[in-house]
């Protein structure tokens, strides 16, 4: 695995070094420094293979991150290292750059000793080591013994992410849905391509162990039970066809249970205290697509430009989008555009060749109308415009395109406490929905 692992600043100075295994010298650092750093044409990928040696490099705060390994190692698996490494470094000093690097090295060589063995990656959750690593003064022989006990406990226990002593006055659940939404669609109004990707985030502040079990209406689990049995908001009242939801790969936070996902479909897990993405899937099929656009250019001559855009929402008129922005593209020889909307406002920007269309607020089911005049420069050599695509980004709460809705989430542990849960869906697109012109 991972032979090496450094951390750089901007000027390409090693600010941590540490070896794992001895088929590399601490040198190596050198190659990478002049082969990316230095270099007046960086590398775009983030490996580098040189020779017999492989580079996985971050950039984060001003740094390098820098994992170096001679064997055929899991790329992946790396970089989620260096991003667990991250994050660790922001649960330690609030934020990972030179500063914080160099007034914590001392520390930061104790965490990759503990992380990493032989180059391994080890148990990475903060909770865990910032019991027995920690910078507050020296404990009483009592305090270090309790310590002592409870990392043995969790450290060697099937509940590393959590520990089982954790106690709240009030106990919430807080889950969050929130969709990205791609889309490309022709100029004719053809959906060339539409799909949805997803991350389901929690914010738990539960007393004790509990387990909580979670509920999809998610196509496998209604087929079975033929739209029957769903316990809360989601209930299916149309049958499955309309209400199911297929989902396509699923990951999962390491909690889960997916012994009893795979057998019954309902997500079963011990949740680590406080915030966390519990899983992340991807949709394809029968995408809602919150924003119907229809968009007219026609090029008159050679000196002008107009543009007739509607737009119509598509959800719930009782729902409504916020910071809704629409850019237009103009050609490169566009000297000035007359913009006349009907709902927000609209301004040209030279320095993108975009007209920028910002509508704070978009009511469900409403529609509006923007048209345009671009006035072109003569030009000698005139190149035919390429017509880059219409891109709209957006924030739509309450709103799923894929049509997943949370049916239920059930708290259970020994005392029988009372929890409150809290469930948000957000839809939303930034760059990634795309209608062509």
Not at 382 to 398: C, E, N, T, Y
């Amino acid at each position: 695995m991972i032979s090496a692992f450094f951390i750089l600043n901007i000027k390409g100075e090693v600010l941590i070094s540490r070896l794992f295994r001895p088929d590399l010298k601490r040198s190596i650092s050198d190659i990478f420094r002049i082969h990316v750093i230095s270099s007046s044409t960086p590398p775009t990928s983030p490996i580098i293979t040189l020779g017999s040696t492989t580079f996985f490099h971050v950039r984060h705060g001003g740094l390098w991150l820098v994992a170096v390994t001679k064997n055929n190692a899991n790329a992946a698996l790396v970089f989620e290292f260096a991003y667990r490494f991250i994050n660790l470094g922001r649960s330690y000093f609030g934020k990972l750059d030179e500063e914080s690097v160099k007034s914590n090295f001392v520390l930061i060589y104790e965490l990759l000793d503990e992380i990493l063995d032989f180059g391994y990656p080890q148990n990475s959750e903060s909770d865990t080591l910032k019991m027995y690593i920690t910078t507050e003064g020296v404990k009483s022989e009592q305090a270090v013994r309790e310590e002592a006990s409870k990392i043995t406990i969790q450290a060697t226990g099937a509940t590393s992410w959590r520990r089982n002593d954790v106690k709240y006055r009030k106990n919430e659940a807080f889950v969050d849905v929130v969709e990205t939404v791609n889309l490309s669609m022709s100029s004719k109004g053809n959906v060339l391509r539409a799909d949805v990707d997803g991350q389901i985030l929690m914010r738990a502040y539960l007393s004790g162990t509990p387990e909580c079990k979670f509920g999809l209406n998610d196509k496998l689990v209604l087929d079975r039970r033929s739209g029957g049995g769903a316990d809360a908001p989601g209930k299916v009242a149309d049958g499955v066809e309309n209400a199911a939801v297929e989902l396509d790969d699923c990951q999962f936070h390491q909690c889960v249970k997916l012994g009893k996902f795979d057998s019954d479909r309902t997500i079963s897990f011990i949740p680590p205290d406080g915030e966390f993405e519990l899983m992340r899937y991807r949709s394809t099929t029968n995408i809602n697509l919150p924003f119907r656009i229809q968009p007219i250019v026609e090029e008159i001559g050679k000196t002008k430009v107009e543009f007739t855009v509607h737009v119509k929402a598509n959800f719930p008129p009782k729902l409504s989008a916020n910071n809704v922005v629409i850019k237009i593209p103009t050609p490169l020889n566009t000297t000035k555009v007359d913009c006349k909307v009907g709902l927000g406002k609209a301004k040209y920007v030279p320095a993108e060749n975009v007209i920028v269309w910002k509508i704070p607020r978009f009511q469900g089911q409403a529609d509006t109308t923007f048209t345009a005049e671009a006035s072109l420069s003569q030009t000698t050599h005139r190149k035919a415009w390429s017509r880059p695509p219409i891109s709209v980004d957006f924030q739509v709460l309450m709103f799923t395109a894929s049509g997943l809705l949370v049916r239920f989430l059930k708290v259970f542990e020994k005392s029988n406490y009372q929890s409150v849960k809290w469930v948000r869906y957000l839809t939303k697109a930034n760059g990634s929905y795309l209608i062509r012109i």
